[in-house]
């Protein structure tokens, strides 16, 4: 399901004052989305806010028009009612005509304090499956869902919908799809540069793979099959709790000398660090929708991922047992063969590369943040009916 056509401004709502909550300042996928959608917005038009209800890190605070609910980086029990009190005056002060909120935190306590607070449009987005929720934070968001706390609640792919299946009608009747956009700006080096710029080989082909060095990312799918292919240089861009484990994998497998540990880096970097790659590689367990897939299909790279249905649905690929989705090579995750197989023949094959690579370029249109703005637009028009949901069609 594809996000619909870009609309002008002047056919959905005139300029309205909206505030764009999200859990925590930290970086993540999540928020480097909610401040994509914040700036798309504000060059529409529209007096946005972008508000996080508690810091860990100070990262974003130089971003325009930012707002600490609680500048404290783990607000126990006692914190998250402070929360609730000044969201609470914090809404009823400025009066937004709309909240929209990401992550499960800011769309429960969140929405259910702006409905309170007499926000009019309170827009929820999900960003995961249902079940990667803790327990409680599933009771909360589905009462608040089911309450009417939600007067749009938007899933970033239609996986994401699709894991809310079995909850109230009252619930489900709300949901829609709105997918992640990429407000791509490609890097101005050669591949050579880029390389340099990392300390990269520049005689091999070169393995990405970008996102936290955690479980769910699956990191170690790509180091057991490493030494079953027969060339290239694996990047591990990103860090994270699983980093010294996959460090001592890699030893153990005798690999290290084919695997560099980038760390974590900055957005700013990874235009230049996809023009220094052949390949972009994805074990993911789960997704709601990755960016960092999408600026690799934005980059013009051969990407190989997971089967699971949040990638199949980007990729534009069917998911079946041949794994040769519109955009990418999708395997299954247990099968460390494929991938390995997968992997050999593209670092030994440049024109599957480059037919991976034109594939993956030419959908990453349908995923722009003009796309993504439209679709967020529409759910907080104050002209509308209450009641209405915009549900974006196939395209």
């Known amino acids: 399901m594809m996000a619909a056509a870009p609309l002008a401004v002047s056919e959905v709502a005139s300029r309205s004052r909206l505030v764009l909550l999200i ?31 508690y810091e860990k890190s100070a990262l974003y605070r130089n971003e325009e028009r930012i707002r600490v609910v609680l500048p404290e980086k783990s607000p ?25 909120s990401f992550l499960p935190l800011a769309n429960s306590f969140g929405q259910t304090v702006a409905r309170v607070a007499g926000v009019r449009r309170r827009v929820a987005s999900q960003r995961n499956p249902f079940w990667t929720y803790t327990p409680w ?31 109230p009608k009252a619930y489900r009747d709300r949901l829609s799809v709105v997918h992640n956009g990429i407000d791509w700006r490609p890097s101005s080096l050669d591949p050579a540069a880029a390389r340099a710029r990392f300390g990269l080989p520049a005689d091999e082909p070169v393995i990405l793979s970008i996102g936290r060095l955690a479980e769910q990312k699956n990191q170690s799918l790509l180091l057991r099959v490493l030494p079953s292919v027969s060339a290239g240089h694996l990047v591990l861009a990103g860090d994270g ?55 690799a299909m934005h980059a013009g790279l ?17 998911g079946n047992g041949q794994g040769q989705g519109a955009a990418g090579l999708l395997l299954p995750l247990d099968d460390d063969g494929a991938w390995a197989a997968a992997l050999d023949t593209l670092v030994r094959d440049p024109a599957a590369r480059a037919d991976l690579a034109a594939r993956a370029l030419a959908r990453a249109d349908l995923f722009t943040v003009d796309r993504m703005t439209d679709g967020f637009e529409r759910l907080v028009d104050t002209s509308a009916p209450e009641g209405r949901v915009y549900r974006p069609q196939p395209g």
């Open 137 to 167: 934070m599933r009771r909360l968001d589905k009462l608040a869902g089911t309450l009417g706390c939600y007067t749009a609640n938007v899933g970033n792919s239609q996986a994401v919908v699709d894991s809310f299946v079995d909850f």
């Open 76 to 100: 126990g029990a006692l914190g998250y009612l402070r929360i609730v009190g000044r969201l609470y005056g914090l809404l009823k002060a400025h009066r937004p005509d709309a909240v929209i």
């Open 302 to 318: 051969a990407i190989v991922s997971s089967d699971i249905p949040a990638q199949t649905e980007t990729l534009g690929g069917p």
């Open 241 to 295: 709790e699983d980093r010294a484990k996959l460090e001592r994998l890699a030893a153990d497998l005798g690999i290290a000398h084919r695997v560099r540990f980038l760390g974590e880096v900055t957005r700013a970097d990874v235009p230049d660090l996809l023009r220094a790659a052949d390949i972009f590689a994805m074990p993911t367990l789960f997704e709601g929708q990755s960016n960092a897939v999408l600026e």
């Open 23 to 53: 859990t925590h300042m930290d970086q993540g996928g999540a928020q480097e989305a909610l401040l994509r959608l914040a700036r798309s917005l504000r060059a529409r038009g529209h007096d946005v806010e972008t508000w996080f209800l």
